[in-house]
């Protein structure tokens, strides 16, 4: 089991930065992909980026170049810093983590999730 909390968004201006955080609580994060998706109003929810286990990163196109992500597992934490922010990412942003040893960009293949935080880019 796990249960995520994610903090630090909030509205900034477009070119703008914002780092997230998802503090964990359980046994498997060391062992979990770690995951951010995020959904605007009337869209689905969109893979944004993810770090694996090892440590690899994969990033969703629209992402790439501007957002980071990194681990912290002694602390059960992982960021997503966000830089040059756009209007099209406002959204909220939710962490998720997958079971051991999984990889996968589809938000269904995620058995945890947290509460989600609202980031709003102005143009």
């Known amino acids: 089991q796990l249960q995520l909390v994610e903090s630090g968004g909030g509205l900034v201006q477009a070119g703008g930065s914002l780092r997230l955080s998802c503090a964990a609580s359980?046994?498997?994060?060391?062992?979990?992909?770690m995951a951010w998706f995020r959904q605007a109003p009337g869209k689905e929810r969109q893979f944004v980026g993810g770090?694996?286990?090892?440590?690899?990163?994969a990033y969703s196109d629209s992402v790439k170049g501007r957002f980071t992500i990194s681990r912290d597992n002694a602390k059960n934490t992982v960021y997503l810093q966000m830089n040059s922010l756009k209007p099209e990412d406002t959204a909220v942003y939710y962490c998720a983590a997958s079971r051991p040893y999984t990889f996968t960009t589809n938000s269904h293949d995620y058995d945890y999730w947290g509460q989600g935080t609202q980031v709003t880019v102005s143009s």
């Open positions: 359980g046994r498997t994060f060391s062992s979990s992909t």
């Open positions: 770090i694996k286990w090892s440590g690899g990163t």
